[in-house]
Nanobody, 117 residues
Framework: QVQLVESGGGLVQAGGSLRLSCVAS????????MGWFRQAPGQERELVGT???????YYADSVKGRFTISRDNAKNTVYLQMNSLKLEDTAIYYC???????????WGQGTQVTVSS
């Protein structure tokens, strides 16, 4: 049974930083691309960024230069370092896993990030 468990969310002031973690179990972690999505109230879920098996990354324009995704295959963990947070970054953040040549197959339960002024 695949499980993705996020942690690290919370309340932070604008301009601050948070680091989210996602621990995966029940899958061969190194074989999966890992992603972070977010969903703000009343809005659709959007892709924040992806880290591929090779370690290369992709970021949405809205977070490029502020957010960094990394992975530790030995710990089955993917991270999302968020710096220079803005009010519009407030959302529930979800970790997700994608096997090769397939869609996002597994999702975590989400962790709330709230940025205050």
């Amino acid at each position: 049974q695949v499980q993705l468990v996020e942690s690290g969310g919370g309340l932070v002031q604008a301009g601050g930083s948070l680091r989210l973690s996602c621990v995966a179990s029940g899958l061969t972690f190194s074989s999966y691309a890992m992603g972070w999505f977010r969903q703000a109230p009343g809005q659709e879920r959007e892709l924040v960024g992806t880290i591929y098996r090779s370690g290369s990354t992709y970021y949405a324009d809205s977070v490029k230069g502020r957010f960094t995704i990394s992975r530790d295959n030995a710990k089955n963990t993917v991270y999302l370092q968020m710096n220079s947070l803005k009010l519009e970054d407030t959302a529930i953040y979800y970790c997700t896993a994608r096997p090769q040549s397939a869609g996002w197959a597994y999702w975590g339960q989400g962790t709330q990030v709230t940025v205050s002024s």
